[in-house]
């Protein structure tokens, strides 16, 4: 089982900073079938980059993705009042699926 | 565009089987180009996948879980089911159904439903 590490736990920012996300996995991801959601409280996931760096449909271009192998990150250039929540990963791996255990971005 | 509800049992028995359905409007359960799954979030921690079907005909399952899991489609009702037995109080959460292009993300959830297991 391929376990995702995600780092760090919080990240506390302000509006108009950039965040920078990480994913650490314990073996390579194959092919990249690595994703990223954000999760507000309340709500269901919101799938925002699939395929490690492509933008789901409706993702504001501010959220981007990059990594390959066992190290991923999700950057958000500027972010916005909306950005702020708990940030997963999630790989595909063989026949079996596996999440981070997120990172959380609040306002500092 | 497709849309997912989740049923609603609310609160299940310890040593009970835990069983949800997860409607799918808006498409077919059947497309050959999705799979389909339950995954769930335990109050203030992380998301957690507990199966997938896929319209190929193959289902998967979280190891941790497989021994207790069955998930099942109906296409003539165009649900997905979960089955989850010998429930204890580590199996409370919030359930979630999910359309999953494997490989790709899931981009369609549904509201999530929360379970209770509570004597």
């Known amino acids: 089982e391929i376990v995702l590490t995600q780092s760090p736990g919080t990240l506390s920012l302000s509006p108009g900073e950039r965040a920078t996300l990480s994913c650490r996995a314990s073996q390579s991801v194959s092919s990249s079938y690595l994703a990223w959601y954000q999760q507000k409280p309340g709500q269901a996931p919101r799938l925002l980059i699939y395929?490690?760096?492509s933008r789901a449909t409706g993702i504001p271009g501010r959220f981007s993705g990059s990594g390959s192998g066992t190290d991923f990150t999700l950057t958000i250039s500027r972010l916005e009042p909306e950005d702020f929540a708990v940030y997963y990963c999630q790989q595909y791996g063989s026949s079996l699926l596996t999440f981070g255990g997120g990172t959380k971005v609040e306002i500092k | 565009q497709v849309q997912l509800r989740e049923s609603a049992p609310g609160q299940v028995k310890p040593s009970q089987t835990l069983s949800l359905t997860c409607t799918v409007s808006?498409?077919?359960?059947?497309?050959?180009?999705?799979?389909w799954g339950w995954l769930r979030q335990p109050p203030g921690k992380g998301l957690e996948w507990i199966g997938s079907f896929c319209s190929s005909g193959s289902t998967y399952y979280n190891p941790s879980l497989k021994s207790r899991v069955t998930i099942s489609v109906d296409t003539s009702q165009n649900q997905l089911s979960l089955k989850l037995s010998s429930v204890t109080a580590a199996d409370t959460a919030v359930y979630y159904c999910?359309?999953?292009?494997w490989g790709y993300g899931m981009d369609v959830w549904g509201q999530g439903t929360t379970v209770t297991v509570s004597s």
């Open positions: 395929g490690a760096s």
């Open positions: 999910a359309k999953d292009a």
């Open positions: 808006g498409g077919s359960i059947s497309s050959s180009a999705y799979c």
